[in-house]
T-cell receptor, first 114, second 114 residues
Framework: EAGVVQSPRYKIIEKKQPVAFWCNPISGHNTLYWYLQNLGQGPELLIRYENEEAVDDSQLPKDRFSAERLKGVDSTLKIQPAELGDSAVYLC????????????FGAGTRLSVL | AQSVTQLDSQVPVFEEAPVELRCNYSSSVSVYLFWYVQYPNQGLQLLLKYLSGSTLVKGINGFEAEFNKSQTSFHLRKPSVHISDTAEYFCAVSEVDSNYQLIWGAGTKLIIKP
């Protein structure tokens, strides 16, 4: 069974440019999460979807970040425009969405903003 | 959970020696507890979890953890480490009646010395 797939693995852009990350969750997982992970820190939740609905986006910087999960499967996270401080690893995870369920993570996208 | 503390940012240990990675949390309600491992340039993978029942939980790769409610701790242990255990280990906590949000510790790098 395929795990959570993220692309690209690495992305280097100049500041003020747009960037997009893509995530394909495990089949049947209705809950999808986007996290940001800075070096030496734990993941920080950006947004959580249940099917196609964003049920927790309180930590998403909405002035420059946006996300969508059309049809409740794949998801895209976009930054426009990117800033130097956005350099980090962006992780996608999925789960069945029940209390105590395991979150399964993709390998992440490492973003470098120059 | 209000916060998760992993006091040790790095733990160096000789190969075949025992290791304990500490995790403390603050919460006034019942919690679910998780340990995840992150190998270099990979996503996070579940080691073990505590939902209820026996306070001693066994996970993959010979790791185990013990939930101590009075001390609000969930320390991770392994009796004999191998070079392949070199990774970063994250403790995460979710309050039982929360919106499934995981609160993450900052991580502990386990460094195995030959």
């Amino acid at each position: 069974e395929a795990g959570v797939v993220q692309s690209p693995r690495y992305k280097i852009i100049e500041k003020k440019q747009p960037v997009a990350f893509w995530c394909n969750p495990i089949s049947g997982h209705n809950t999808l999460y986007w996290y940001l992970q800075n070096l030496g820190q734990g993941p920080e939740l950006l947004i959580r979807y249940e099917n196609e609905e964003a049920v927790d986006d309180s930590q998403l910087p909405k002035d420059r970040f946006s996300a969508e999960r059309l049809k409740g499967v794949d998801s895209t996270l976009k930054i426009q425009p990117a800033e130097l401080g956005d350099s980090a690893v962006y992780l996608c995870a999925s789960s069945l969405g029940r209390p105590g369920d395991i979150q399964y993570f993709g390998a992440g996208t490492r973003l470098s903003v120059l | 959970a209000q916060s998760v503390t992993q006091l040790d940012s790095q733990v160096p240990v000789f190969e075949e020696a025992p290791v304990e990675l500490r995790c403390n949390y603050s919460s006034s309600v019942s919690v679910y507890l998780f340990w995840y491992v992150q190998y270099p340039n990979q996503g996070l993978q579940l080691l073990l979890k505590y939902l209820s029942g026996s306070t001693l939980v066994k996970g993959i790769n010979g790791f185990e953890a013990e939930f101590n409610k009075s001390q609000t701790s969930f320390h991770l242990r392994k009796p004999s480490v191998h070079i392949s255990d070199t990774a970063e280990y994250f403790c995460a906590v979710s309050e039982v009646d929360s919106n499934y949000q995981l609160i993450w510790g900052a991580g502990t790098k386990l460094i195995i010395k030959p």
